[in-house]
């Protein structure tokens, strides 16, 4: 990602100033949120270090906390978190090492996996979660509450905007 306080972010916005067609205040506020954004991942990816969790990790323990006491498989944990079935593969043989998830192969069919939480799981994801969400809060606190929902509906455009622009054919080079 490319950052607007680089040399190649100031240059892109210089060039989207001096040419026609495009929208250069536009695309310093994209710019801006996208910092923005990897600003505050990066931060709440912080919080997750004294547990050793990465967002994958810590999205695998939420998602089986949620849905405790039942097993998962891995495919509805690669659903429920937007990530690839190698991805979660190698995410659950990492937490099974930390035992912090049990993963059960079936009796009748050797090929089905039942990912579940520990006991351990549950006592490092309890804590991690009320860490991530008391820093998501404290972050949270830097807008104005009556700022809040226009963020939220402006959030929900570029969402919608980037699932539109996402579908359509590349540009040409």
């Known amino acids: 990602m490319i950052h607007s306080d680089t040399i190649a972010g100031r240059t892109l916005l210089n060039i989207a100033r001096r040419r026609p067609g495009f929208d250069s205040e536009r695309c310093r506020v994209v710019f801006a949120h996208l910092d ?102 404290d972050l949270g606190r830097f807008l104005a509450h009556r700022a809040q929902p226009g963020l939220l509906r402006a959030y929900a455009r570029l969402q919608q905007g980037a699932t539109r622009l996402a579908a359509a054919p590349p540009p040409s080079p």
């Open 36 to 137: 923005t954004a990897a600003s505050l991942h990066g931060t709440l990816h912080r919080a997750l270090a004294p547990w050793g969790l990465s967002d994958l990790k810590f999205d695998v323990l939420v998602v089986l906390h949620a849905l405790a006491p039942e097993s998962v498989t891995p495919a509805q944990l690669a659903a429920e978190t937007a990530a690839s079935r190698s991805a979660i593969t190698e995410v659950v043989d990492q937490l099974v090492a930390q035992r912090l998830v049990s993963r059960k192969r079936g009796t009748a069919d050797r090929r089905a996996v039942a990912v579940s939480l520990t006991s351990h799981g549950r006592a490092t994801v309890e804590p991690a979660a009320a860490a991530y969400l008391h820093l998501a809060g």
